[in-house]
């Protein structure tokens, strides 16, 4: 993906050019109060405010039921807050409809960022928002000098966005969890090396 940068202010544009074709563009804020969004097509990324928290629930709730609870992955979540400024929202027309965020983590001796939940609402699969969604975070967890960024997932999906699989159990996490299944984007160099022991949130 090739990323254009104009600085200004109080913003940062970034001309993207993405797998899926033609350009979109995100205004990076330098000030707070001022959003960060990108448009592409009819559908706009937003970051993501507390105006979203009950359409991420349905959202959530639909794609993962009740059981999203006892997820390995919640459990950490449930820990502390998320980060506000690396969770995005997809909106049609207005319609929030789908969702993606990140959880601040200790991961071994790395500080990095836990991603998820990722959803979708099913009128809205397979065109590539989930996708787009996970590119958008972990660039912006990479701007924000994240380390590294870790999720709970199947390979075939995540692996050509840039994940790669942690070495076998060598994260403990508070709660079950499929060691065949825990990926990460690598930030820093030596990043394996540290993923060593136990994952819980950070601050």
Request: neutral net charge.
């Amino acid at each position: 993906m090739k990323v254009d940068v104009f600085p200004g202010k109080p913003t940062t544009t970034l001309m993207l050019q993405t797998p899926l074709g033609g350009d979109a563009i995100i205004f990076l804020s330098r000030m707070p109060g001022f959003p960060m969004f990108m448009k592409k097509h009819d559908l706009v990324y937003l970051t993501e405010d507390t105006s979203h928290d009950a359409a991420i629930d349905i959202i959530n709730e639909e794609a993962f039921g009740p059981g999203r609870f006892a997820r390995a992955a919640a459990r950490i979540r449930e820990q502390g807050p998320h980060d506000l400024s690396l969770s995005f929202v997809c909106a049609d027309d207005g319609e929030t409809i789908a969702s993606v965020r990140m959880t601040p983590v200790m991961a071994g001796s790395i500080k990095g960022h836990l991603l998820g939940p990722l959803a979708v609402r099913p009128s809205h699969k397979n065109r590539g928002i989930g996708r787009e969604l996970v590119r958008i975070a972990v660039e912006a967890a990479r701007r924000k000098g994240s380390e590294c960024v870790i999720l709970v997932g199947d390979p075939p999906y995540y692996q050509p966005l840039g994940f790669e699989k942690v070495a076998y159990a060598a994260l403990t996490f508070p709660g079950p969890v499929d060691p065949n299944r825990v990926l990460v984007v690598p930030m820093i160099g030596d990043v394996h090396a540290g993923l060593k022991g136990d994952i819980h949130w950070r601050a």
